[in-house]
């Protein structure tokens, strides 16, 4: 495997489930992030952890909530979602957090909430 | 505060024609760095250029070019002799440097690029 990894692709969710994504990234990178892109709009920056550590939360709703085990890995916990949660999820990894850093995206979690 | 704006929101070309999707962006830094994207549909986004606001020398790279200008805050992205695969959304972005904070990219709306055959 190579560059941002995301699984899985697609994902169909009612309201009341509990669901994951999961992202890995193999470029020995120490900043990871969730991005959320809605039909029309700009990318919404979610959160972002650099060694770990959570460093950026833009008000996102409870009901997402993330998981930095290690570098390479992030997770994003998903509860008690709503259809206007619909959207490709998008996460990316740069080598700092500091946002100059070029960040590389993973191909995305086509998110569908019914 | 920062923003990126891209102005076209789809442009339609036929294969083999030149094509400039503009970007224009506003920022109180003197030190910041923009990017371009593509997003082919398979949803990933692509990284093709970074450059910082110190460096205006236009770039070139098979057929693909930017066009950095710090007088009217642009940095266009112009495609030569377009291809069936270059259909895609084109994003720009900006990102500030301020010591000791985090600054995050800030994405324009991106342009849909769609190159007939």
């Known amino acids: 495997e190579t560059g941002v990894t995301q699984t899985p692709r697609h994902l169909v969710m009612g309201m009341t489930n509990k669901k994951s994504l999961k992202c890995e990234q193999h470029?020995?990178?120490?900043?990871m992030y969730w991005y959320k892109q809605s039909a029309k709009k700009p990318l919404e920056l979610m959160f972002v952890?650099?060694?770990?550590?959570?460093?950026e939360n833009n008000s996102v709703p409870s009901r997402f909530s993330p998981e930095c085990p290690n570098s390479s890995h992030l997770f994003l916990h998903l509860h008690t979602l709503q259809p206007e949660d619909s959207a490709l999820y998008l996460c990316?990894?740069?080598?700092?957090?500091?946002?100059?850093?070029?960040?590389?995206f993973g191909p995305g979690t086509r998110l569908t909430v019914l | 505060a920062q923003k990126v704006t891209q102005a076209q929101t789809e442009i339609s070309v036929v294969e083999k024609e030149d094509v400039t999707l503009d970007c224009v962006y506003e920022?109180?830094?003197?030190?910041?760095?923009l990017f371009w994207y593509k997003q082919p549909p398979s949803g990933e986004l692509v990284f093709l250029i970074r450059?910082?606001?110190?460096?205006?020398q236009n770039e070139i790279s098979g057929r693909y070019s930017w066009n950095f200008q710090k007088s009217t805050s642009s940095f266009n992205f112009t495609i030569t002799a377009s291809q069936v695969v270059d259909s895609a959304v084109y994003f720009c972005?900006?990102?500030?440097?301020?010591?000791?904070?985090?600054?995050?990219?800030?994405f324009g709306s991106g342009t849909q690029l769609t190159v007939l055959p």
């Open positions: 952890y650099n060694f770990k550590e959570q460093t």
């Open positions: 990316a990894s740069s080598q700092g957090y500091r946002g100059t850093d070029t960040q590389y």
């Open positions: 972005a900006l990102s500030e440097f301020s010591s000791g904070s985090a600054r995050q990219l800030t």
């Open positions: 450059r910082n606001s110190f460096d205006e």
């Open positions: 920022t109180r830094d003197t030190t910041y760095y």
């Open positions: 470029l020995g990178h120490n900043a």
